[in-house]
């Protein structure tokens, strides 16, 4: 009797040692209260607006999301979708730029690779539709399509061209006619505050346009002005608005474009023009 007690209790003591061997440590893991996180409305206001919001070490919440809280569906809403028709192939950007590709097999952050050399400029449209002849721009229009909409007011006294990506002064006529070299000086001078602007902008990020950031603004279909139908702009006069852009003939003359016809001009540089200042660009 005594040496089955004695089998009974080896037995007991092997199993517990072999249950303590693979059980491992049974408390649950430590909250993650060192961890900077974001909350689900962080990510929806990054996904919106670009905006990644405050960080905070996580605390377990008190309760589910309320009423305001977006959805999950909102939230997805906001990420951008598969787009194989526009979107971009790392040999089509530039090496080194960064870009989220939208391509299938492309998907996520990728890094350029393309070198720039060899390739065509995309030219876009005049915006005329209508043919007066056979195989005039009305009948082919040629061109790269204008995006849709073109322009988007950013509700801060500035407004994003969003064929050129350039973001122009909503007021077209903030400062009244200038001399070119004045037209300068109010240009590189203007900040938020000041025409309208609440963009943050300081003195410095404006400028004037060069010749050819003008004219893209012209629409060939469109007269007095020949501006795009529906474009978000004030102020617009329909006469010569200043670039920066000096004529190589002399000097004292600059480029103007005539916003009645989208004609440009050269003009002598102490006649007056209005002033359109643009940020951003190449």
Same mark, same amino acid.
């Given at each position: 009797?005594?040496?089955?007690?004695?089998?009974?209790?080896?037995?007991?003591?092997?199993?517990?040692?072999?249950?303590?061997?693979?059980?491992?440590?049974?408390?649950?893991?430590?909250?993650?209260?060192?961890?900077?996180?974001?909350?689900?409305?962080?990510?929806?206001?990054?996904?919106?607006?670009?905006?990644?919001?405050?960080?905070?070490?996580?605390?377990?919440?008190?309760?589910?999301?309320?009423?305001?809280?977006?959805?999950?569906?909102?939230?997805?809403?906001?990420?951008?979708?598969?787009?194989?028709?526009?979107?971009?192939?790392?040999?089509?950007?530039?090496?080194?730029?960064?870009?989220?590709?939208?391509?299938?097999?492309?998907?996520? &952050?990728?890094?350029? #690779?393309?070198?720039?050399?060899?390739?065509?400029?995309?030219? *876009?449209? %005049? @915006?005329?539709?209508? $043919? /007066?002849?056979?195989?005039?721009?009305?009948?082919?229009?040629?061109?790269?399509?204008?995006?849709?909409?073109?322009?988007?007011?950013?509700?801060?006294?500035?407004?994003?061209?969003?064929?050129?990506?350039?973001?122009?002064?909503?007021?077209?006529?903030?400062?009244?006619?200038?001399?070119?070299?004045?037209?300068?000086?109010?240009?590189?001078?203007?900040?938020?505050?000041?025409?309208?602007?609440?963009?943050?902008?300081?003195?410095?990020?404006?400028?004037?346009?060069?010749?050819?950031?003008?004219?893209? &603004?012209?629409?060939? #279909?469109?007269?007095?002005?020949?501006?795009?139908?529906?474009? *978000?702009? %004030? @102020?617009?006069?329909? $006469? /010569?608005?200043?670039?920066?852009?000096?004529?190589?003939?002399?000097?004292?003359?600059?480029?103007?474009?005539?916003?009645?016809?989208?004609?440009?001009?050269?003009?002598?540089?102490?006649?007056?023009?209005?002033?359109?200042?643009?940020?951003?660009?190449?």
């Amino acid at each position: 009797m005594r040496s089955k007690h004695i089998l009974i209790a080896v037995v007991l003591v092997t199993l517990f040692s072999v249950v303590t061997a693979f059980a491992g440590d049974t408390d649950s893991s430590a909250a993650p209260n060192a961890t900077s996180s974001y909350t689900l409305e962080n990510i929806y206001q990054r996904l919106n607006a670009g905006a990644a919001g405050a960080q905070s070490t996580w605390t377990e919440p008190a309760a589910g999301p309320g009423s305001t809280m977006h959805t999950l569906n909102e939230i997805m809403g906001k990420a951008p979708t598969v787009n194989d028709t526009n979107g971009a192939v790392p040999s089509e950007v530039l090496t080194g730029k960064t870009y989220w590709g939208l391509t299938s097999g492309e998907w996520g &952050l990728r890094t350029g #690779s393309g070198t720039g050399g060899g390739t065509t400029t995309a030219i *876009p449209k %005049t @915006g005329q539709t209508t $043919s /007066y002849g056979t195989r005039d721009d009305g009948d082919l229009q040629k061109g790269v399509a204008w995006p849709d909409p073109r322009f988007t007011d950013n509700s801060d006294g500035t407004v994003t061209d969003n064929l050129t990506g350039l973001i122009w002064l909503k007021n077209a006529n903030c400062f009244g006619q200038q001399t070119w070299a004045n037209a300068l000086t109010s240009a590189n001078n203007l900040d938020s505050g000041s025409c309208g602007l609440s963009d943050g902008s300081i003195a410095g990020n404006w400028r004037l346009p060069n010749v050819r950031e003008l004219y893209s &603004l012209i629409d060939f #279909s469109h007269y007095n002005p020949a501006l795009p139908s529906g474009h *978000p702009f %004030t @102020g617009v006069r329909s $006469s /010569y608005y200043w670039s920066s852009t000096t004529y190589a003939g002399t000097t004292v003359f600059a480029w103007f474009v005539n916003l009645i016809n989208g004609f440009v001009y050269r003009g002598d540089r102490a006649s007056p023009g209005y002033v359109w200042p643009v940020r951003g660009g190449q």
